[in-house]
């Protein structure tokens, strides 16, 4: 089949994710083919380096036979076991174990999920039961913050704080509150980012105030907003809501869906930012997404309530702890460490990231350049002396990310904001490569917006 032919297919039979499908249709899709490393290969043969390491997940990189054998070996002898009914395998005893010994110590329990969002559904779930069977089932709000992102089922998107997806998907889940996201370049100008990071911690003991103190059950947060445009908070911000925290007796969620498996240059978020959290979500980087696999990482102090005063949890997917998910996971994590993938974002590539990202900042289209570990945005603006955004009809973010596309370049944009995530595996001389490619894709962004106009006033020939 050719690249027609897979398209006329695909605008005939599938809707995709966090699409406009009629606008895809007439456009077109990309098709992706094959990957080795850090790159993609379409069907027309275009090589392209994935800067979003998949959506986020492809710690490993592409191609990465160990894995290939792991899934392989699991398939031929158990593919498929439940969990449920008394019921266990090795892989999910392994990976549990595993997932145990790199988490922070006072975790050490998990319940697996099939992926990110049913990992979120399953936090509500534990959350609402914890505080139950403490005696105080009035304590069941959930304050997440806008803008954050944690999945697309209905749970997920409750939690979450994009409000688009609110206003097509809702009523949402009732009880889950919302705060202001620590987003210093977007909201907080004016102020220095640490008085604008205690702020928005501020924000939160607000709310628990404005809805009760006593009813309040847990926050949840990404350490680093992914999806909402790799928003770092201030240095300021976490050390603010851990003491709000502590004084409400709240429960603390970090999902680290995005941040955990290294992308920050440690094995979890929370331990860049010394957080102890009750839960910790996780998926995606889990197994380098090769295989869909999520799950709960649960702190002691709700696995012992769960466990010793809980009875039947009614709960629980067909794949929780999936035998060749698991398997291949378990496989990743022992990659990741044998090669010391996360010590090497922490020691070497974030800084050379960060070194070489930071040269985009003179850019005139570019407000802002930041990254942590293998996480990095670029904030797109009309007037770098003012930080004046582009207007919103010229959808630069938009035109940038298909010009890297066009380009060999996968970054991805959110409105106006410029995102990466490589592999954790990419080289220092694929970092050069990517950060060139962004140049280019920057320079031919500023040349059409600012010419457009004009060229529109030249005659034609
Ligand atoms: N939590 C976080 C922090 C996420 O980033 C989820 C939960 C949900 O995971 P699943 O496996 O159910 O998708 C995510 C997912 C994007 C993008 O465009 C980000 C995600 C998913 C799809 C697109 O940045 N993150």
Redesign the pocket.
Known sequence: MQTQDYQALDRTHHLHP?TDFKALGEEGSRVVTHAEGVYLRDSEGNRILDGMAG??CVNLGYGRRELVEAATAQLEQLPYYNTFFKTTHPPAVRLAEKLCKLAPSHINQVFFTG???EA?DTVLRMVRRYWALKGRPDKQWIIGRENG????TLA?MSLGGMAPMHAQGGPCVPGIAHIRQPYWFGEGQGMSPEAFGRECAAALEAKILELGEDRVAAFIA?PVQ??GGAIMPPESYWPAVKKVLAKYDILLVV?E??CGFGRLGEWFGSQHYGLEPDLM?V??GLSSGYLPI?GVLVGDRVAETLVEEGGEFFHGFTYSGHPTCAAVALKNLELLEAEGVVDRVREDLGSYLAERWASLADHPIVGEARSLGLMAALELVADKTTGQRFDKSLGAGNLCRDLCFASGLVM?SVGDTMIIAPPLVIRREEIDELVELARRALDETARRLTHAPHMQEEPTA
């Open positions: 966090f959506l986020w992926s990110g969002s979120n992102y944690h999945g697309s997920g990404e992914g999806a999902d869906v995005i979500p998926a995606k999520g991805r």
